[in-house]
């Protein structure tokens, strides 16, 4: 059993900038960010594989950076320029399995997740 705890949501204007943390139990190789807002599926942000490679969703590319710490079990979300829609609650997810891309499609492929944090955007 994996734990990951988030941390670091909260409210700001459109145009500014938030840090999303997350902490996991233990090492997984796929870790990723996603969000849902009410009455949407959850979507895929961002993800990374333990070398550093990224990948990310269009709506966020230049906008967001994901980066992670190996020795210290822990996942970033830096997201700038905010906007009313990037408002959902964001989890993030991670897996042991080894996969040649960490995907932002299929959430199945992420075994674990956290319990959520909430970022809201105001205009």
């Known amino acids: 059993q994996v734990q990951l705890v988030e941390s670091g949501g909260g409210s700001v204007q459109a145009g500014g900038s938030l840090r999303l943390s997350c902490k996991s139990s233990?090492?997984?190789?796929?870790l990723g960010w996603f969000r849902q807002a009410p009455g949407k599926e959850r979507e895929g942000v961002a993800a990374?594989?333990?070398?550093?490679?990224?990948f990310y969703a269009d709506s966020v590319q230049g906008r967001f950076a994901i980066s992670r710490d190996n020795a210290k079990n822990t996942l970033n979300l830096e997201m700038n320029r905010l906007k009313p829609e990037d408002t959902a609650t964001y989890y993030c997810a991670a897996d042991r399995e080894w996969r040649r891309v960490c995907g932002l499609k299929e959430l199945d492929e992420y075994k674990y997740w956290g319990q959520g944090t909430q970022v809201t955007v105001s205009s």
């Open positions: 233990a090492y997984t190789y796929c």
């Open positions: 990374i594989l333990p070398d550093g490679t990224t």
